[in-house]
C-alpha cells in the first residue's frame, strides 16, 4: 500500500511539473510580441513581407495566404469592424527567441452581409522571427459560446 501511494504521489508531482507555462523567459521578445498584438494595423503590415500563413476560421475554412484570406472573408461578406484584445487573457510563450506561440481573447465586432454581430474569439496563432521582424505563420479562431462558457467579468 506504502509503495503505491508513493507511485501516485510521483505522477502527480511529476504531471504538475509538465503542465506549467513558461511565461518568463526571453523577457525582450515577449515584449515584442504584447506590443505588435495590441497594435491593430501590426498583422496586416507584416502579413505582406511573410509568405508562409495558414489560418483555419471559425467554420473550418482554410486559407494559405492572406489574399486567399480576404477573398474568403469577401465572398462570405465578411468585414471585420474591430478585433480587440481581451487584456489579460494573453498567453505568450516563446521558443528559442524565434518563434512564438500566444493564446488570447478577443472581442470581435464584424459586418456579416450587413449585419453587425459582437462576438468573443479564443484564437491560437504562431509567430515566427524572420530578418529581425515578426510573422504570424498561422493562426486559428474559435468562437466562444458565453452561455455553455460564460466569460469572467
Avoid at 518568463?24 to 504584447?34: A, D, G, H, M, T
Avoid at 481581451?86 to 516563446?94: K, L
Avoid at 518563434?99 to 509567430?127: C, M, P
Wanted: glycine share 6%; hydrophobic share 40%.
Amino acid at each position: 500500500m506504502k509503495k503505491i501511494l508513493i507511485i501516485c504521489a510521483l505522477i502527480t508531482g511529476s504531471v504538475s511539473a509538465f503542465a506549467q507555462l513558461d511565461t518568463l523567459s526571453y523577457p525582450k521578445e515577449r515584449k515584442e510580441v504584447i506590443a505588435f498584438m495590441h497594435d491593430p494595423e501590426f498583422k496586416v503590415q507584416t502579413q505582406h513581407n511573410c509568405n508562409d500563413f495558414v489560418s483555419v476560421g471559425p467554420k473550418g475554412d482554410i486559407n494559405y495566404s492572406l489574399p486567399q484570406w480576404k477573398s474568403t472573408q469577401e465572398k462570405e461578406k465578411l468585414v471585420f469592424k474591430s478585433v480587440k484584445v481581451v487584456s489579460g487573457t494573453e498567453i505568450i510563450r516563446i521558443y528559442t527567441a524565434t518563434t512564438a506561440v500566444v493564446n488570447w481573447l478577443a472581442d470581435v465586432q464584424i459586418s456579416v452581409q450587413g449585419h453587425d454581430i459582437s462576438l468573443k474569439v479564443r484564437r491560437l496563432e504562431v509567430f515566427i522571427k524572420k530578418n529581425g521582424s515578426w510573422c504570424m505563420v498561422a493562426g486559428q479562431g474559435t468562437q466562444v459560446d458565453e452561455k455553455l462558457f460564460p466569460l469572467p467579468k
